[in-house]
């Protein structure tokens, strides 16, 4: 077996000898990603193993809104629909927005999209990612032939013809004939494979906070581009907004140290006041942005998913959307191996769900780091194209619904569990 080691920890993993649990699959990482990916290969007769650093925080205060949210869109409520989530989701709280409007900071042009041009009730909606993790991980713990192994950490990994085997922290030892990497962006398990990536640093950061504006927000998705980075207002149900306000490193340092009065003026000027004026509720965070991509996201034995294979700019809240994707095509292929008998960690399979989501998944990377170059120019002819583009395409209703369907998972070549 080729060994491969974590850098050192606290933990002393004990050699591994004989293993303490085997499984069919083991997946890494239960956040949103791993753990839907698990609950859709649960009770097919494959015996899965599901590590997960830290286990989901389990209540908070109602009315509490968590700073880390996310637009689904309708592939992805429709998988969690099948996988008995949603109604939970919907019941922990699911903020629905209708519409999208988005203009830019420099030139003034605007287009927008509304479901109601498509017959559709909404364009999605904004859920907090611990409620989708909770409601997927209390189905996960009535699947059968499903273990939970949390908190757990990871301190070697070895691999060979068999499988894989895993030394946690604690010493126990797992092995596993296929290995599923759902652990973010950055991933220890594509580290320790030696899975190369490619993409640069945005050298942007995103603030997020939520936000109590003057105005109803309309059930709108309001984006204004600046110069600086896009700034997105996201509708709650209470009325408030959850933004993510990319910008520079040098812009993101002076926003962050603003106290919440001067950050709260900063942000209703960013936003033209089409709010009104808007206040922070609440503390903010930041996260670094970056486009990466994994050079491969299978090998025999070894599959990733989610943002352990791709990060995107969140301008477009696209990453958990693509990455549900990924966990719903893969999780297809090993049915597929199921029907027709052969082995789940085997290339012929792993390449099936490869094929299907590589190719997808870079087309929306770059298109996303081509919108945000594209909005992040002054030049006078950049300025005036773009401008240009969103009247036009704000004019033609044909092109909008296609941009419309597309994004809310209307289109076609979508995995089973997303299908309409
Ligand atoms: C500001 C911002 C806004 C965003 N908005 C949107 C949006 O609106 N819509 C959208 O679709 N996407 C959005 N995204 C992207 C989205 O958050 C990510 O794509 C998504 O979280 C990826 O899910 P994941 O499960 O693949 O990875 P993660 O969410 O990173 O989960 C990885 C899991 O693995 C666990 N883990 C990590 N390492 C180990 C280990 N060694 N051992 C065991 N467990 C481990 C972690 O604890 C975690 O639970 C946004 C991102 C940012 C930064």
């Not at 650093?53 to 509490?64: C, F, H, M, T």
């Not at 292929?333 to 789940?344: K, P, Q, T």
């Amino acid at each position: 077996m080729a060994r491969r080691k974590a850098s050192p920890g606290a933990d002393q993993p004990v050699p591994p000898q004989g293993a303490d649990r085997a499984f069919d699959l083991l997946v890494v990482g239960g956040g949103m990603v791993g753990a839907a990916f698990a609950l859709a290969c649960a009770g097919k007769g494959l015996a899965i193993g599901l590590v997960e650093a830290r286990p989901p925080q389990r209540d908070w205060p109602k009315g509490e809104f968590d700073l880390r949210v996310s637009a689904l869109g309708r592939a992805s409520q429709r998988m969690l629909e099948r996988l008995g989530a949603w109604g939970r989701i919907a019941a922990l709280g699911a903020s629905p927005y209708r519409r999208m409007h988005v203009w830019d900071g420099v030139g003034g042009a605007a287009i927008t999209f509304d479901s109601a041009d498509l017959g559709e009730p909404d364009l999605g909606h904004i859920v907090e990612n611990r409620a989708i993790q909770l409601a997927l991980w209390e189905r996960l713990e009535q699947a059968p032939d499903l273990t939970l192994i949390s908190p757990a950490s990871i301190a070697d990994l070895e691999r060979g013809p068999q499988g894989s085997r895993l030394v946690l922290g604690d010493g126990r030892i797992l092995e596993g004939r296929l290995l599923v990497a759902a652990d973010g962006r950055d991933s220890l398990i594509r580290e320790l494979a030696g899975i190369p990536t490619q993409g640069w640093d945005y050298d942007q950061q995103a603030i997020v906070a939520n936000v109590r504006p003057e105005q109803w927000h309309q059930e709108t998705a309001w984006q204004r581009f600046l110069p600086t980075g896009p700034l997105a207002l996201l509708p709650l149900a209470d009325g408030r907004c959850s933004i993510v306000w990319s910008a520079t490193e040098g812009r993101a340092e002076e926003l962050l140290a603003l106290d919440d009065h001067d950050f709260s003026v900063a942000l209703t000027e960013a936003s033209e006041d089409r709010l009104g004026r808007i206040r922070v509720d609440g503390h903010r965070a930041a996260v670094s942005l970056r486009l990466q991509h994994a050079e491969r996201y299978v090998e025999p034995g070894l599959a990733l998913i989610g943002d352990a294979a791709h990060a995107i700019h969140p301008l477009a809240g696209q990453g958990v959307n693509l990455g549900f994707l990924d966990a719903a095509e893969l999780a297809a292929a090993l049915d597929l191996a199921r029907v027709r008998r052969r082995d789940i960690a085997s290339l012929w399979i792993l390449r099936r769900y490869e094929r299907a989501r590589r190719g997808e998944n870079l087309a929306m990377l770059m298109a996303m780091d081509a919108f945000k170059r594209a909005f992040g120019s002054q030049l006078p002819p950049l300025v005036a194209a773009r401008g240009l583009g969103l009247a036009l395409t704000d004019r033609m209703q044909p092109l909008k619904r296609l941009f419309m369907g597309r994004a809310l998972g209307l289109g076609e070549g979508l995995p089973p569990l997303a299908r309409p």
